[in-house]
């Protein structure tokens, strides 16, 4: 009688589970992959970038650009490299804290290094981390500081720059949601693009 009993939860519990597991763990994942797969194939693939057929990253993960000839992206303090995407996280500095003021401050001193006429005003994504330190974009202000410095080196006409900015320029999402923003990969693709038409130009 106990045994009987005892058979009599167990079976629906062992048959509830198996059938949960089943449609959580393969039936719907299957679903929403296909589906996902089908109406937004990029996206789903990671929204990967390439060049000459070989893929040089995502646009959903920022990169680091050290050569003055390249936009440059905003700053990164994920461990132990900077965009770590295995490592997501921000400095954790306060604004009071003098290890983000000794950061900011080299920072800028990289920047008018690198273009040394520019007087302007050094935009604050440039000298500032994310929280996720894997930011893809600087805003169109951080992009349009650094073409007379892209612009030169690359012997590129400013105008030329300019127009990749605009070009690359993402609107907020519908139009409300989010800031005008720039994704620094795809610009950068595009300007080694834009220098290698201008020199097969005759």
Request: hydrophobic share 50%; glycine share 8%; charged share 15%.
């Amino acid at each position: 009688m106990a045994n009987h009993l005892l058979a009599s939860m167990i079976r629906p519990a062992v048959v509830l589970l198996a059938a949960l597991s089943a449609f959580t763990g393969l039936l719907y994942p299957a679903v929403v992959t296909g589906a996902v797969q089908a109406a937004f194939p990029w996206q789903a693939q990671g929204s990967l970038l390439e060049r000459d057929g070989r893929t040089v990253g995502s646009a959903l993960i920022g990169q680091p650009f050290a050569d003055p000839r390249n936009f440059w992206s905003r700053p990164s303090a994920t461990a132990p490299m900077p965009n770590n995407g295995a490592a997501s996280g921000g400095s954790n500095q306060g604004p009071l804290n003098p290890a983000l003021t000794e950061a900011v401050e080299a920072r800028v001193q990289a920047l008018r290094a690198a273009d040394p006429g520019n007087t302007a005003p050094v935009p604050v994504d440039l000298v500032t981390a994310s929280a996720s330190g894997l930011d893809p974009h600087i805003t169109p202000a951080a992009a349009r500081y650094q073409a007379a410095r892209v612009a030169r080196l690359r012997g590129l006409p400013e105008t030329t720059v300019q127009a990749l900015i605009d070009r690359h320029t993402e609107a907020p999402l519908w139009g409300l949601v989010g800031e005008p923003r720039v994704n620094v990969l795809a610009l950068n693709l595009a300007l080694a693009q834009a220098g290698t038409a201008a020199r097969a130009a005759p």
